[in-house]
């Protein structure tokens, strides 16, 4: 059965025993942050994947996370 985009929470883990409570993929140490970090910088989802012995899952997880943690963040305008 092929995972949805809300279906991060089977694959994300908040532990504060590990990496102080960061989100991590679930059974590793291995940070969303960097996933996204990674991605951004350029590498492509296979580099992602075969730098951090992850499956395409867990970064497509990863970025359902980020986007559903921004979904509700609050922006506010600075001025000049």
Do not use: F, Q
């Not at 929470?9 to 969303?32: C, D």
């Amino acid at each position: 059965m092929k995972e949805g985009p809300g279906d991060w929470r089977s694959l994300i883990a908040v532990n504060p025993k590990i990496l102080r409570g960061k989100p991590v993929i679930r059974g590793t140490r291995v940070p969303v942050r960097i996933i996204i970090g990674s991605l951004a910088a350029g590498m492509t989802v296979e580099e992602v994947c075969d730098e951090y012995s992850l499956k395409p899952e867990h970064v497509r997880a990863a970025l359902a996370y980020a986007a559903e943690a921004l979904a509700d963040e609050e922006v506010y305008a600075l001025a000049d």
